[in-house]
């Protein structure tokens, strides 16, 4: 912590320099544009999940759908202003230090002072907050939705900023912020938002979250273990699952503990509810595989009550990275048919490799994370191409959310050759808002539909979790090649073509 200390002041006074230093060096190559937010899963022994060559679109195929040569297509919504500013954000934020700075300024004594406080949460909001976060509120985060919605035609996935509940008084205060996000979408352009975004650690404490999922990795072990509080769901776990989490029997949830996991499923139903009138699906954010069983079957229990004929209103999240996702993704799905339930997925690699690799260490347990980056693209591409096949056939729906290129053009033609309507409700693609900008665009411009994941709470609420996020996704921002090179290029091609009008060329 000393030596963070030290540096980061350091880093500062040297930030001109840096600067220059970014735009003056060379762009890196578009093929290391690759995130780690969206690592992809493995193939498993009991299934083949890569992808057949045959079938696998070629490079020419890939480039005619999604076009990323066009940068003055690509932005033609985006003013200088913008784009200006979007570029200098994306190659301060690309350098690691960046983060280390972040974070040790966030966490220090400096917080304490109000005088400094106020001075650093400015600096912070008119830079890096307003350019990765939709607003403070509400209101702010619906003028950024209408201002992406007209004219980019992209769509908003509304994430009020709040972490983990720390007592039910504060589970019933976030329930009610997240039904106030959905009621507040139906004031907006009709279509413009696509999503609400629900954490289930917010309306349940972690702590009960980590219990539940320990009885039910038990229960999946031991089949003459009963619970009786359990809700019909669908399966949530594989035999490749890591079960390290829960290595003797678990004690009973107490009567208390079931009172208040009743509760949850309470406010779970009242968002559901809230949902249903206003006609906006939720998405659910998937956690670490400590809470994540508990996550699955709140959200299964809850999808099985709560849909819209052949439309689901829940979206559980499928970490690609974890060898088990896609057997655990095809099991859920085939069940969930089997019911008549239409159901909902968002594909994501994942965002908790070095703390699931940590823990699986320290229990002796192999890591449940992809032993490498080619096995994780290949199983993220194969999981999508699963969903894509069961929205082909009038079943489900899915969120592929990458800021994979080669992922993102494989989905696109794997889509078009199958037959699925590019305005199809079924089919969305989703990036973090103001990253992967040049997929988002592209994949718009091509016809699909696109989301921007939005967000949005005050800057002293939503800071820590924005770098948390950034700590637990360290790469992250470094690896936004592709949209520093093409933003590059086409801010040089309007400066051209500036200069050439000026002088009647």
């Known amino acids: 912590m000393a030596t963070r200390g030290v540096a980061c002041p350091k880093l500062l006074q040297n930030l001109p320099y840096f600067l220059l230093w970014r735009f003056s060096s060379a762009p890196s190559p578009i093929a290391a544009a690759v995130s780690p937010l969206n690592l992809v899963e493995r193939a498993d022994s009991e299934a083949n999940f890569s992808i057949n060559p045959t079938v696998t679109p070629t490079q020419s195929s890939r480039d005619s759908i999604v076009d990323f040569q066009d940068v003055k297509g690509l932005f033609s919504t985006v003013s200088t202003p913008r784009l200006l500013k979007s570029l200098i954000t994306l190659e301060m934020a690309a350098v690691d230090p960046m983060v280390d700075m972040g974070l040790w300024v966030m966490n220090s004594r400096l917080m304490e002072t109000p005088i400094l406080k106020q001075v650093i949460s400015e600096a912070v909001k008119h830079t890096f907050y307003d350019h990765f976060c939709a607003g403070k509120n509400l209101e702010e985060a619906g003028r950024t939705i209408t201002r992406l919605w007209d004219p980019a035609g992209l769509q908003g996935m509304l994430d009020y900023g709040l972490e983990n509940a ?237 800021h994979n290129v080669e992922s993102g053009k494989f989905a696109a033609v794997k889509a078009t050759e199958l037959g699925i309507g590019k305005d199809n409700r079924k089919l969305q693609f989703a990036q973090l808002y103001a990253m992967a900008e040049t997929l988002s665009f592209g994949l718009k411009n091509a016809g699909f539909r696109v989301s921007k994941y939005l967000p949005f709470g005050p800057v002293e609420q939503i800071m820590p979790y924005l770098l948390r996020r950034a700590e637990e996704n360290r790469g992250l921002l470094s690896t936004s090649n592709m949209d520093r090179l093409l933003m590059r290029k086409e801010l040089n091609r309007r400066l051209k073509s500036f200069f050439t009008e000026e002088q009647g060329y």
């Open 166 to 402: 720390v007592d039910y008084e504060s589970c019933d205060q976030n329930t009610m912020e997240f039904i106030k996000t959905v009621e507040y979408s139906s004031s907006l352009p009709p279509s413009s938002v696509s999503f609400v975004v629900v954490k289930i650690s917010a309306i349940c404490p972690p702590s009960l979250l980590r219990r539940v999922s320990d009885l039910l990795r038990w229960e999946y072990r031991d089949s003459a273990f009963h619970l009786p509080w359990k809700l019909n769901c669908f399966p949530i776990f594989s035999d490749s699952s890591p079960f390290y989490h829960t290595p003797k029997k678990p004690e009973p949830l107490s009567p208390e503990e079931e009172r208040n996991l009743l509760l949850t499923h309470e406010r779970l139903f009242k968002i559901c509810e809230k949902g249903m009138e206003a006609n906006v699906p939720l998405l659910i954010d998937a956690e670490d595989t400590a809470l994540q069983p508990a996550i699955d079957y709140l959200t299964y229990s809850s999808a099985a009550l709560y849909h819209r004929d052949d439309e689901p209103l829940l979206f559980g999240t499928i970490q690609a990275y974890l060898k088990d996702a896609k057997d655990r993704l095809v099991k859920a799905k085939k069940a969930a048919d089997k019911a008549g339930v239409p159901v909902g997925f968002k594909l994501v690699r994942g965002a908790y490799m070095s703390s699931e690799r940590g823990i699986a260490a320290s229990l002796g347990a192999e890591s449940p994370i992809q032993n490498n980056i080619q096995e994780t693209h290949a199983s993220y591409n194969s999981c999508a191409e699963f969903l894509l096949e069961e929205v082909a056939s009038g079943s489900g729906a899915v969120v592929l959310a990458t």
